[in-house]
């Protein structure tokens, strides 16, 4: 039977310890996991199961951790996160488990998500409605949740914004206006509201 022969707390993460069996390294544990695993004591004898409930324990922690801080870097929806568990080939249950976890202490929320992703846009894009609800769309958020986004961070006059500054910055590197024109509406951008941008340029 597997017995516990020693304890260490991380040198690079004191809040987590080094769990060893049989002298040799077996699984982490945070300071409160340990202290709610009672079984976990140095000289304590564990069975199979046991050793293979607390190793799987450890991979969803390390990996709660790692989906922090990609939040962290910058926020998530949940169908990203979804998908990165996917593809590292977690089962079901355990992306079901993690996702609502992430959901249940505030670090995942597809309505501010969506919120932050039109915002951050405006701010960093010249970008059109429609192209807004492709990125966010792709991003797995839904209809509803788009319009009430886009509703209420981004204004018919932020479009327009967005278009003359782009028709600014573009028009010089397109040889003809309708090669523009393609271009903008390949962006997003309605055509009868180009034509209104262009003309007033024209006119300017």
Known sequence: MPII?????QVKNRDKVSV??????????TISQLTD???????SHLKDDQVEDLKKLSSQTNQYLRLLNLIYA???????IRTKLRLKKFEQEEIDQLVDKLK????????????WWVNSRKLTRNISSLKLKSELAQKGIKGEVVEDALANNFSKEDELNSLKDLVKNKKNKYESEQKLM?????KGFNYSQIKEVLNKEETS
């Open 20 to 29: 060893y069996i049989d002298e040799k390294y077996s699984f982490s544990l």
């Open 104 to 115: 249940k202490e505030g670090y995942l929320n597809d309505k501010e998500f969506a919120n």
């Open 37 to 43: 695993h009672k079984q976990v004591r140095v000289k």
């Open 74 to 80: 910058r926020p998530r929806s949940e169908y990203e």
């Open 182 to 186: 393609s271009y903008l509406v390949s």
């Open 5 to 9: 022969t020693d304890i260490k707390i």
